[in-house]
């Protein structure tokens, strides 16, 4: 089963603009993970955001952690029409496992 | 290091076929875990190993379905008798050890290996 939903579920946005994406999950988790997937190849990990931690960033990217809302977001600054891919939201709980959502898939229009 | 690698990349097979997919870890990674995608159920974790010893396999749909490690550097997934509804793209990835100082939890995929039973 899923533990985390990402919203939306697609999302198209013209070359430049920002585009942010949602991530809810169900129960208490170690961690939180963003990977992206183009089209026909395995996922890559983004970024991974400790459940002690508020926010991150990397490059063009910031990631938020809200654990009383139960929820992340996704935020990619000034997109490039190669940032087009799906991105899924991961998480960890007790285990070692990681579960993903059902993934948002961003069109960027050059 | 090349990745994690999968073989084959396209499997086309009949129903009722045994299918078999490879899987090579990246060097050094303790964890491997097979994952299977479709449209309908997203990204659902099928089996992982620990230091090639399978840990959870409650995701194995049914008895089909089999995955081995026979060593540290591979991995099969084994489907037999193969049913039209077992056509996904399957994903091996592999990890550090977890509590290791950088890239503990952190998923590596190989590019998958899709497959089409008729």
């Known amino acids: 089963s899923q533990q985390g939903e990402e919203d939306p579920q697609a999302l198209s946005i013209q070359e430049g603009e920002n585009a942010t994406m949602n991530c809810s999950y169900k129960?208490?988790?170690?961690?939180l993970q963003w990977y992206r997937q183009n089209s026909g190849r395995g996922l890559v990990h983004l970024i991974l955001?400790?459940?002690?931690?508020r926010e991150k960033h990397s490059g063009r990217l910031r990631v938020t952690l809200d654990t009383s809302k139960k929820s992340s977001s996704l935020l990619i600054t000034a997109s490039r029409a190669a940032d087009t891919a799906s991105y899924f939201c991961?998480?960890?709980?007790?285990?070692?496992?990681?579960?993903f959502g059902k993934g948002t898939k961003l069109s960027v229009i050059p | 290091d090349a990745g994690v690698i999968q073989s084959p990349r396209h499997e086309v097979t009949e129903m009722g076929q045994e299918v078999t997919l490879r899987c090579k870890p990246i060097?050094?990674?303790?964890?491997l875990f097979w994952y299977r995608q479709t449209m309908m159920r997203g990204l659902e974790l099928l089996i992982y190993?620990?230091?090639?010893?399978?840990?959870?396999d409650s995701g194995m749909p049914e008895d089909r379905f089999s995955a081995k490690m026979p060593n540290a550097s591979f991995s099969t997934l084994k489907i037999q008798p193969s049913e039209p509804r077992d056509s996904a793209v399957y994903f091996c990835?592999?990890?550090?050890?977890?509590?290791?100082?950088?890239?503990?939890?952190?998923?590596?995929f190989g590019a998958g290996s899709r497959l089409t039973v008729l």
């Open positions: 955001i400790r459940s002690n931690e």
């Open positions: 129960t208490s988790i170690n961690n």
């Open positions: 990835a592999s990890s550090q050890r977890q509590g290791a100082r950088s890239g503990a939890n952190v998923l590596t």
């Open positions: 060097s050094g990674h303790d964890y």
């Open positions: 190993f620990n230091n090639n010893v399978p840990i959870d």
């Open positions: 991961a998480t960890r709980a007790g285990s070692y496992q990681l579960t």
